[in-house]
């Protein structure tokens, strides 16, 4: 599914349309559908929001770290130098960073599916298991920076949005 507006619509049509995709978080339809649509169209091109949800859940943590994967499977951790950067100043330019130091938390939540699930919506065979990184990469590079340095701990719940099979 694709919505093609401006990003400065996603407010107004979640808004418009939130009795229609109850099963899609609003940050999902913000983040993917009007951020990325290119980029999820061609990851998971057989999604369907009649068949499918996007749910906010909360994981600990460290569980977020060692369980999602990129698209090539690589561990997600190439914004973790930007982030080794960036702390000692507290670059307030970067609003992700700035959140995450200023909360513990992201501002919105990044977007995972389990693998054997991304590969039946298409996604390439050599996708991150056992979940796929749909999008949020500065987030969980940030957050694998922020336990290393013990800003954060293992067990701390955080939002993340899950693709699942809609009930």
Same mark, same amino acid.
């Given at each position: 599914?694709?919505?093609?507006?401006?990003?400065?619509?996603?407010?107004?049509?979640?808004?418009?349309?939130?009795?229609?995709?109850?099963?899609?978080?609003?940050?999902?339809?913000?983040q993917i559908c009007f951020?990325?649509?290119?980029?999820?169209?061609?990851?998971?091109?057989?999604?369907?929001?009649?068949?499918?949800?996007?749910l906010r859940i909360r994981?600990?943590?460290?569980?977020?770290?060692?369980?999602?994967?990129?698209?090539?499977?690589?561990?997600?951790?190439?914004?973790?130098?930007?982030?080794?950067? $960036?702390?000692?100043? &507290?670059?307030?330019?970067?609003?992700? /960073?700035?959140? +995450? !130091?200023?909360? @513990?938390?992201?501002?919105?939540?990044?977007?995972?599916?389990?693998?054997?699930?991304?590969?039946?919506?298409?996604?390439?065979?050599?996708?991150?298991?056992?979940? $796929?990184?749909?999008? &949020?990469?500065?987030?969980?590079?940030? /957050?694998?920076? +922020? !336990?290393?340095? @013990?800003?954060?701990?293992?067990?701390?719940?955080?939002?993340?949005?899950?693709?699942?099979?809609?009930?």
């Amino acid at each position: 599914m694709t919505i093609r507006f401006a990003p400065a619509a996603a407010e107004r049509f979640v808004r418009e349309n939130s009795a229609r995709y109850l099963h899609l978080d609003p940050h999902f339809i913000s983040q993917i559908c009007f951020e990325h649509p290119d980029r999820f169209d061609a990851l998971l091109p057989r999604f369907d929001p009649a068949l499918h949800a996007a749910l906010r859940i909360r994981k600990p943590a460290g569980w977020i770290i060692e369980s999602t994967r990129w698209e090539d499977g690589s561990v997600v951790d190439f914004w973790c130098s930007r982030f080794e950067r $960036l702390f000692p100043i &507290g670059d307030p330019a970067d609003e992700v /960073l700035s959140a +995450m !130091l200023q909360t @513990g938390s992201w501002h919105f939540p990044p977007v995972i599916v389990e693998s054997t699930l991304a590969a039946s919506l298409g996604a390439p065979a050599e996708i991150g298991t056992p979940y $796929l990184l749909v999008e &949020g990469t500065h987030r969980v590079s940030y /957050l694998r920076s +922020m !336990l290393r340095r @013990g800003l954060s701990e293992p067990t701390r719940l955080l939002d993340v949005i899950e693709i699942v099979r809609a009930e």
